[in-house]
């Protein structure tokens, strides 16, 4: 089983292949259109597993998870360039989420 992989590794192993790899970061506004197609393709095959619509024979090789994965790959890049630690972002997000949502879901009749 492979090991697992923090935040903070992530962001220095995508920096480090951007390098190695990529020469240099797209822009952050390239990098934004990049991450809208590749979450698009997530919604193309969510839409198909999950939904109503029918795969197409071209797209019956989806992988979803790889799609998912080229999701975080871009989100870490677009972190990395613009400075923010994903960790620390996360943590302070799920303590906000926390705070303000504690009982607002258990609460809803809708979700019982």
């Not at 998912?68 to 990395?80: G, H, S, T």
Request: proline residues 2%; hydrophobic residues 35%; charged residues 30%.
């Amino acid at each position: 089983m492979p090991s697992q992989i923090t935040l903070p590794e992530a962001q220095q192993k995508v920096d480090e292949w951007i390098k190695k790899y990529g020469v240099r970061y797209f822009s952050e506004l390239t990098n934004l259109a990049i991450l809208t197609e590749e979450v698009g393709e997530v919604a193309r095959i969510m839409s198909r597993k999950f939904g109503e619509q029918s795969f197409k024979e071209s797209d019956k090789e989806s992988d979803l998870s790889d799609e998912l994965a080229d999701v975080l790959f871009v989100l870490v890049c677009i972190a990395n360039q613009t400075g923010v630690d994903l960790e620390a972002a996360f943590r302070k997000n799920l303590e906000k989420k926390t705070s303000r949502d504690s009982g607002r879901h258990t609460a809803n009749k809708k979700l019982g």
